[in-house]
């Protein structure tokens, strides 16, 4: 009979990909004849992992003893990484001696627990060595870069995308030559919001898998269906519901193999069409449908917006409290203050439950004590913000926004600060500002954001600094031009094809530092290419064009109930009836017309009342009559030259 090692080593010379099962058979025979055997227990190591026995091959390595343990770094390592011990993966794979930890095999294997662990940043930085360097394997430079898109649209997912070259963040015509290629690439566009550039990538996918000749058709099948709930996901939010209603129609989810994809069809399918369910029975679907177990995990933004959506499906179920309750745990047991999307987003949905969902000033008297409890709490700041705005009125929403933003400035710590000029709270002050029209209170603003955020060339805030710089060149202060020159001078040193930075810095020093912007000259547009279509006379014969000055909005608070006064009319300008253009007007028109010199009265009354205050005309006379029994005299008026009878005026007695 021969000798077990002997058999071991010739089934290793004869065998394939597929004897993994006649390996272990034979390693374990050897093993049996001779247990210091380290090439027969490393070879049954390496035959569990390939059968995907990773607690078999953890157990193996331990029973080996430290002799095994060192000359099985490498497969211990990924074990532990299969078997979801991320921790424990990485530091086994530090204990590998340096001439290892250099090899291509350790470093994918490195790159891969960081991409698992949420460690974006290191896995892409790991890749990037890994394309740039030598001696890889045919195949892998493809395998490289469907990792790298991979780990480049989580960075985009988790808010750091910022830290990507724009070129990096573009996909290109490259990536829709294979199907895995182009639904990363539309994966990294769905995570910047680019939903009509995500489904040409994931069309494209579908395409070029369908017509692989290199899988099977269950190959096929496994590799589709992940495409199409993706697709799914994105038709609904492109809002065409009835199209990705249908999409998901068509996948039948309890085929999808991996666990975290099914919970996540399971969730886009419920929340397909979420309006008029029972959200009781939704609420029952979606707990069961997306609880994981063993190794199987989501990621974390994962994670978080399956929690949002049972949040959101809780509080129309109107279990307020214990929305709130948990809620505030979570945010409590975080850092703080945080920018946090996801604590933020807490923040909205604890508000929303302590509210009771009312809006308007109801949910403002029941929220604004909740932020004297959570000073430093966002997400309730920034929807007592929202709220305000809605009533139009963002005078007090400036106000609480100022209190916080000093609360943050007297903290004078650097966590604090990275929070004070979060570039998103930034923009919420500026829009605030621009509603009020204070402008110098913007640019203000956004020149110390600028100033915070250069001063840390570490971390990226490409655009708040680009913002910040075109507003700050707006301004015809020397200091503010300034800073908008060191602005746009440390975004062009970090990319010379940042075509805005390279713009605003030849705007900044063109007028007093030409030898600072002549290297960046022959990169810009020439005028005469900018200005060929345009026509000029036309653009002259037209005028320049003015924008209405948004008038500030008034500080006083309206009183609930009270309706907007309506705009005053205009009334249109009326002329005279008898109004001839280029005549004279009557100089006498602002007379009454009793004195005007054409006045002619009408009745006897009148005319003899003219007749009197005529010159020429009748005189008055008057005589006085004694009364009988001396009562006394009255006067009369005695007209001479008058013909006729006369009547003689009785006194009285």
């Known amino acids: 009979m021969a000798h077990p090692t002997a058999t071991l080593t010739s089934l290793l010379r004869a065998s394939t990909i597929q004897d993994h099962d006649e390996i272990l058979k034979a390693a374990n025979a050897a093993i049996r004849a001779s247990k210091t055997d380290i090439d027969a227990q490393r070879t049954r190591v390496v035959a569990l992992l390939k059968l995907d026995r990773f607690d078999d091959a953890l157990r193996a390595v331990a029973e080996g003893g430290d002799a095994l343990e060192k000359e099985c770094v490498f497969e211990k390592s990924y074990a532990l990484y299969k078997s979801g011990q991320l921790e424990d993966a990485d530091k086994t794979l530090k204990t590998a001696s340096t001439p290892f930890k250099s090899s291509r095999a350790f470093r994918h294997l490195a790159a891969q627990i960081a991409y698992r662990a949420e460690k974006f940043p290191d896995a892409a930085d790991t890749y990037h060595h890994l394309s740039q360097g030598s001696g890889g394997l045919p195949g892998e430079e493809n395998d490289l870069k469907i990792n790298l898109l991979a780990t480049k649209a989580q960075i985009e997912w988790n808010g750091l995308g910022n830290a990507l070259d724009d070129q990096e963040r573009q996909p290109s015509r490259d990536h829709l030559e294979a199907f895995e290629t182009a639904y990363n690439a539309a994966c990294t566009c769905i995570a910047r919001g680019d939903f009509t550039r995500a489904s040409v990538f994931l069309k494209r996918a579908r395409d070029l898998c369908e017509a692989s000749e290199d899988l099977s058709a269950d190959e096929k099948k496994t590799e589709l269906l992940p495409i199409m709930v993706q697709h799914a996901y994105v038709l609904a939010r492109l809002g065409k519901e009835a199209e990705a209603a249908a999409l998901h129609r068509s996948i039948v989810i309890s085929e999808i193999s991996e666990a975290p994809t099914r919970a996540v069809a399971q969730n886009n399918d419920v929340a397909i069409g979420v309006t ?137 710590t650097p966590d604090y600060e990275d929070v004070r000029f979060a570039p998103g709270l930034v923009a919420v002050v500026v829009s605030l500002y621009r509603l009020q029209g204070r402008q110098n209170s913007i640019r203000a603003e956004l020149a110390k954001a600028s100033r915070h955020w250069r001063g840390k060339p570490e971390e990226s805030a490409a655009s708040l600094l680009r913002e910040a710089g075109v507003e700050l060149l707006r301004s015809s202060n020397i200091e503010d031009i300034a800073s908008a020159g060191e602005t746009f001078e440390g975004l062009a040193a970090k990319s010379d094809k940042d075509a805005v930075a390279v713009a605003g810095l030849v705007a900044s020093f063109a007028n007093h530092d030409y030898a600072k912007v002549e290297p960046y000259l022959q990169s810009l547009t020439p005028v005469e290419r900018l200005t060929a279509g345009a026509n000029i006379q036309g653009l002259v014969d037209a005028g320049v064009a003015s924008i209405p000055s948004s008038a500030p909005v008034s500080k006083k608070r309206p009183a609930d109930g009270e309706t907007e006064k309506a705009a005053k009319r205009r009334r249109k300008k009326r002329l005279p009836k008898n109004y001839e253009e280029g005549k004279q007007p009557d100089p006498e028109r602002w007379l009454p017309l009793r004195d005007r010199s054409t006045y002619r009265p009408k009745g006897k009354k009148g005319k003899r009342r003219a007749q009197e205050i005529t010159q020429g005309g009748m005189v008055r006379e008057e005589e006085t009559l004694e009364l009988v029994g001396g009562a006394g005299a009255v006067k009369v008026e005695k007209a001479s030259g008058v013909q006729g009878g006369k009547k003689k005026k009785k006194g009285k007695k």
Do not use: W
């Open 276 to 412: 008029g369910r029972n959200p009781y029975l939704t609420q029952r679907i979606v707990q069961s449908a997306t609880m994981l177990s063993g190794s199987d995990k989501l990621f974390e933004c994962q994670t978080s917006i399956l929690r949002r959506n049972r949040y959101a499906l809780d509080l129309q179920a109107q279990k307020f409290e214990g929305v709130e309750s948990s809620a505030a745990k979570l945010i409590l047991g975080s850092p703080s203050p945080t920018a946090s999307v996801e604590i933020a987003g807490l923040g909205v949905i604890s508000a929303a439950a302590h509210a009771r969902m009312q809006t308007g000033s109801k949910a403002l008297k029941e929220i604004l004590p909740l932020l004297e409890k959570r000073p430093t709490d966002i997400g309730l700041l920034l929807t007592i913000i929202q709220l305000y705005v809605q009533m139009k009125n963002p005078g007090p929403a400036l106000s609480l926004l100022d209190a916080f933003l000093k609360r943050l400035e007297a903290a004078s």
